[in-house]
């Protein structure tokens, strides 16, 4: 018989091992199932996603909603009260006035148009290999954009939750908290940088120091991710050379108000 302290060491031992090997059984489990959790939640579309069929009537749909869109902005407005006729380098201004776009029409006018609208811009003709079925929905304070990518193994519905904001010095600024695939959630931060990286090591170098960060201007993933404003004075240009700014935005449940003021040299704004 040995020594006491010699068994009491070897059941120790056997002891060790019997927890070592039910630990590593446990945690291969749990690692193998939360991958195939994982994996299901990837190829499962998220809840509020919508398949939209390009017919006749979307396409239709989708024309309304853009005529509508132009008809408010390119409407007269009446003039800011608080505008005064200065000297001739003071641009005339309109009242604040809101338009406000529903969810269904703003995912109809996506679906519908927003491939021939880039497909018109000669800057923005470029549209991405694989991807369909573009769209958002609108929460309180928060929008998630989203589309389907085609790869090879199949298709996976890839989303962003972002909160625009507005600043004091009217420049508009995203914060991306949250991006999908299909039900599964990442951090924005890293999913971000990674994306950053893949764009600068895969595309030409024009392209990609035009969608990453550059030491001149801010590139989309900079933007993405807070560090630098969507645009320091958001504005739309008109055809008749007036413009419209963007002045304050309220996300709601299934729809967008957005605060604007149309803004026109004097001679502009009288004809």
């Avoid at 031992?13 to 489990?29: E, W």
């Avoid at 811009?121 to 369909?132: F, K, N, V």
């Avoid at 299909?182 to 893949?198: C, E, K, Q, T």
């Avoid at 990453?212 to 807070?226: K, P, V, Y």
């Amino acid at each position: 018989m040995g020594h006491p302290l010699t068994r009491q060491l070897l059941r120790f031992r056997r002891r060790t091992r019997r927890i070592a090997i039910a630990a590593g059984l446990s945690l291969a489990v749990v690692v193998t199932f939360t991958a195939l959790f994982a994996a299901s939640l990837a190829r499962s579309a998220p809840s509020w996603w919508r398949r939209y069929t390009l017919d006749d009537g979307l396409r239709e749909h989708a024309t309304r909603v853009e005529n509508a869109a132009v008809s408010q902005l390119t409407r007269t407005r009446p003039a800011d009260p608080a505008w005064t006729a200065g000297d001739d380098n003071t641009p005339w201004r309109s009242e604040r006035w809101s338009i406000a776009i529903r969810e269904e029409d703003a995912n109809a006018w996506l679906t519908g148009r927003l491939r021939n609208w880039i497909a018109g811009d000669d800057a923005l003709d470029i549209w991405p290999e694989g991807l369909t079925q573009p769209q958002v929905q609108f929460q309180d304070g928060a929008l998630r954009l989203g589309a389907q990518l085609t790869f090879e193994r199949g298709q996976r519905v890839l989303s962003a939750t972002i909160r625009p904001e507005f600043r004091e010095d009217g420049s508009l600024w995203l914060r991306t908290n949250w991006v999908h695939v299909g039900r599964l959630p990442l951090p924005a931060g890293p999913m971000l940088a990674r994306a950053d990286r893949s764009i600068r090591d895969e595309l030409p170098d024009d392209v990609g120091e035009s969608l990453s960060a550059g030491a001149e201007a801010a590139g989309i993933f900079d933007i993405l991710r807070g560090d630098a404003p969507l645009s320091t004075s958001p504005t739309l240009r008109l055809d008749d050379g007036r413009a419209v700014r963007l002045l304050g935005l309220r996300l709601r449940e299934d729809r967008i108000e957005i605060d604007c003021q149309t803004i026109a040299r004097r001679t502009a704004a009288r004809e």
